[in-house]
């Protein structure tokens, strides 16, 4: 295979004496021995999105390394110096999960940070995304940068940068980043020579703050005291939550909390899954069997970084099923305003939030409790933004996503999977208070309010090619909207791009209230809901489907959940998608 003459060019560039030796070693290698991967490495730059960077790790421009992190970290603290020139000192916290490299990539954003004039509080050790988000608000910081992939395979490694509100960066500060880092044009703009009297090392201190904020979330102490031992299963996957969620576990008063200890050691090769994601059933596969093996009633895992949990409990029948994040997140915001309301909390000035792509039995739920709900674009980040602009004006009291993203409480904005094994616990505990479990609390709002069916379908288009591919099916939906769908009229389109709600009975167009993102979602009349949206972080077109119907009595819930799991597959036929 030859070289492109331009990726030669780029590649030669990283043989000079600002790279440092073994990055010219493995370049030079790479140009004599292997011109795939030279051109995989060198073909494009690593884009800083408006989510941070996160790609491959390795030598290259397209790739995850000291120079790259370098760079985005000094489009970052440009920014920050222009936006915080006013303040004596800007500050920033940097933390990073059980990735290979996480903690190089972290001191070198530190080293960068400090360079720049920028104090640094560093965690000693890997931590939590949500203790990242947590710590920002806590230290009064202006910015945060935490070093994840979250759940993707063990080649990857990411960097997120965070806003002074605790919050993933949003408009209009993600697109002003994104050009500072664009225009940072070679290595030698970037400063890499730290200032040490800079660095603050931080651990326990926060540890235990982040903690008593997460004790107050505690809804039902008396049921958990009386249920302390209920049997939880928890594995963090090899990753952060492998500390604090027992700890928090504990601090609500759990006291037979069993873990999976080849999962205990943090590991960024993940040695005992394919994938370290807590949607893949297989992820849980260890703590199943492990809660087969001592009777426990409750499974939970996180990702990496765990800012996302995955459940499995008991059914009917006795056996383990994993819960879907529609569900899981359904469950916790029932709860949570049934709570509310029990105790005197609900004074009509209270709200949730979910994104567009998740459950509308939320919305449901909400309604009927007289507690207003936020749509938001698909990302935490948006969730965050609507706890910021209603801060002083409404309570927020949880919001999730199906991702598997969930946050009760606003003391950390972004989703937080500690304090959510903390509540599911707590949840199970007092089921089993009232001789019910878990999934018996799922059967009841089914039965309140009608059985929901989801499901996902991800098609991966890889290069170039691929993005055109995917560009070209969201242009075809938009141009071509089906009229019927698996025989039911679509009754209204919302298109995301171009913020309109067309209401196709009455013939009216509304405007949609949201920022501008590539999504079509068709709502048919037999009240199914289908989404279809481009990952802003993979190379995928996703399509998300929900159906419904009343569900009058436990002994109709199998022929019901068949009856929508055809409707399902009836439009995913339809749609060319089987």
């Not at 400063?191 to 800079?198: A, E, G």
């Not at 999962?263 to 059933?281: H, L």
Request: glycine share 6%.
């Amino acid at each position: 295979m030859k070289i492109a003459e331009d990726i030669y060019r780029k590649a030669q560039q990283w043989l000079d004496v600002s790279f440092d030796e073994e990055t010219r070693n493995k370049v030079r290698y790479l140009i004599d021995n292997d011109p795939l991967e030279l051109t995989e490495s060198f073909y494009k730059n690593l884009e800083f999105g408006t989510g941070g960077l996160r790609g491959i790790m390795g030598v290259g421009t397209n790739r995850m390394n000291i120079y790259t992190v370098g760079m985005a970290t000094q489009g970052l603290s440009n920014y920050l110096l222009k936006n915080f020139s006013h303040l004596k000192q800007i500050k920033v916290v940097i933390a990073h999960d059980c990735r290979n490299n996480g903690r190089l990539f972290a001191e070198t954003t530190a080293n960068v940070f400090t360079a720049n004039g920028i104090k640094v509080y560093q965690f000693e050790s890997l931590r939590p995304t949500p203790e990242l988000s947590f710590s920002i608000r806590y230290y009064g910081c202006q910015s945060g940068v935490v070093v994840t992939a979250s759940h993707n395979p063990k080649e990857y490694n990411g960097y997120k940068a965070y806003w002074d509100d605790g919050a993933q960066v949003i408009e209009p500060h993600d697109v002003n980043i994104i050009n500072e880092v664009a225009a940072i044009k070679n290595i030698s703009e970037v400063k890499f020579n730290s200032n040490p009297d800079l660095v603050e090392i931080i651990g326990e201190e926060t540890d235990n703050a982040y903690l008593e904020q997460i004790k107050t979330l505690n809804l039902s102490p008396d049921a958990v005291k009386r249920q302390h031992d209920l049997k939880v299963v928890y594995t963090p996957l090899h990753g952060t939550g492998v500390k604090l969620v027992p700890a928090a576990l504990r601090l609500f008063g759990f006291t037979d909390i069993l873990n999976v200890p080849e999962q205990d050691i943090s590991d960024g090769n993940f040695p005992t899954v394919k994938s370290p994601n807590p949607e893949e059933p297989s992820a849980l596969q260890m703590a199943i069997s492990k809660a087969v093996q001592e009777g426990a009633e409750l499974v939970m895992a996180t990702d990496p970084d765990a800012d996302r949990v995955g459940i499995a409990v008991k059914d009917s029948k006795g056996e383990f099923v994993l819960l879907n994040g529609n569900q899981t997140a359904t469950i916790l915001v029932w709860y949570q305003l049934k709570k509310w309301s029990e105790l005197g909390r609900l004074t009509g000035n209270e709200f949730i939030v979910k994104t567009i792509v998740t459950s509308e039995l939320i919305a449901a739920i909400a309604n009927k409790a007289k507690v207003r709900y936020f749509d938001t674009l698909t990302g935490f980040k948006y969730i965050a933004d609507v706890i910021r602009q209603m801060e002083g004006k409404m309570k927020y009291i949880g919001g999730g996503e199906e991702s598997f993203g969930y946050l009760p409480g606003d003391f950390v904005r972004d989703k937080d999977a500690v304090s959510t094994c903390a509540l599911i616990a707590e949840i199970a505990a007092w089921a089993k208070d009232q001789g019910k479990s878990l999934f018996d609390i799922l059967m009841d709002i089914y039965l309140e309010f009608g059985l929901y069916r989801e499901h996902l379908i991800s098609i991966t288009k890889k290069g170039q090619s691929g993005s055109e591919e995917i560009r070209k099916m969201m242009e075809n939906y938009r141009e071509n909207p089906p009229l019927k769908i698996n025989n039911s009229d679509v009754v209204m389109i919302k298109d995301y791009l171009l913020q309109t709600n067309t209401d196709i009975l009455n013939n009216t167009i509304e405007p949609i209230d949201l920022p501008v993102s590539d999504v079509l979602q068709y709502l048919l009349n037999d009240d199914s809901k289908i989404s279809v949206r481009p990952s802003g972080t993979e190379p995928k077109i996703k399509f998300y489907f929900e159906v419904n119907e009343p569900m009058p009595s436990m002994v109709v819930f199998d022929k019901i959940n068949e009856r929508l799991q055809k409707r399902i597959l009836g439009i995913i036929k339809e749609l060319g998608l089987s």
